[in-house]
């Protein structure tokens, strides 16, 4: 993918700042604590971009690798983990089929990333890279999108503003519907950036596929190599009864 946004790390991480990196990493640790089946020593953030979350699990001890298949992202990850004296491993790949030298023991994927995988083929072979890399008993955490079409707010243009020293970052996304019946809807995200008086201007519009609660589920068990654990509300790891189009669904490697 040819990303404007996604090769402005600097602004991409000013807009999205509101990522509570703290609460997330402590929602990470009751998910392990609650459904994990080994000690997690090794995380794998999928999808990584400034990944605040990854540099929380650094912080308390855990050996990070930020995948991404954006080399700017992944270059800011690295010096800003070298200010910090942090240890954050990197891998330049795409997410949808990749191997990792070594085993990891927790993934993750947040902000609807894995709308990234655009298509059910490589939804599976997204899964079948994630499983060959994953111990025995270890998690696999997807935050979705949240993906109810049927109420008008799914297609609402949402605008935010968030700023850091002298940096404004103004960012605007939408859905737009392009085929309902392949869920495929384009998703447009705009960042208008004031740099100290700068005015500068990044878009992306990219095709993505949504995939529904139980189409999911059976793409799970197509690929065979993990079992569902459910899904979950938003900052909980108590299982929702119900299904739900906003939701983090777990799945743990056989
Ligand atoms: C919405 S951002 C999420 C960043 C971060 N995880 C967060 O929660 O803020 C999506 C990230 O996915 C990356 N990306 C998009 N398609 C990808 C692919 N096929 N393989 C690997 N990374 C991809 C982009 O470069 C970008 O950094």
Redesign the pocket.
């Known amino acids: 993918?040819k990303?404007q946004i996604?090769n402005q790390a600097k602004y991409?991480e000013i807009a999205?700042s509101f990522?509570d990196a703290k609460k997330q990493g402590d929602l990470f640790e009751r998910f392990i604590k609650k459904y994990g089946k080994i000690k997690v020593e090794s995380v794998l953030?999928?999808?990584?971009?400034?990944?605040?979350?990854l540099e929380e699990m650094a912080r308390r001890g855990y050996r990070t690798i930020g995948?991404?298949?954006?080399s700017q992202?992944l270059n800011y990850l690295e010096s800003k983990a070298s200010q910090n004296g942090l240890k954050i491993g990197i891998v330049k790949?795409?997410?949808?089929n990749f191997q990792l030298s070594q085993k990891i023991d927790f993934a993750y994927?947040?902000?609807?990333?894995i709308v990234?995988t655009k298509n059910n083929d490589l939804f599976l072979s997204h899964l079948k890279s994630v499983a060959d890399c994953l111990g025995s008993g270890g998690l696999y955490l997807i935050e979705n999108l949240d993906i109810n079409w049927a109420d008008p707010k799914f297609w609402k243009k949402q605008t935010w503003t968030m700023k850091q020293n002298k940096i404004k970052v103004k960012t605007t996304f939408q859905l737009i519907p392009k085929n309902l019946l392949t869920q495929v809807v384009m998703q447009t995200i705009k960042l208008e950036v004031d740099d100290n008086g700068k005015k500068l201007e990044f878009v992306d519009s990219d095709e993505v596929k949504i995939v529904a609660p139980e189409e999911f589920k059976l793409l799970i068990e197509k690929n065979g190599q993990f079992e569902f654990v459910g899904f979950f509300e938003r900052e909980s790891v108590k299982l929702l009864k119900a299904v739900s189009s906003n939701n983090i669904a777990l799945l743990r490697r056989k």
């Open positions: 993918m990303s996604y991409y999205f990522v953030d999928i999808a990584c971009g400034p990944a605040l979350q995948l991404d298949s954006s992202m790949a795409d997410m949808n994927i947040m902000m609807g990333s990234y």
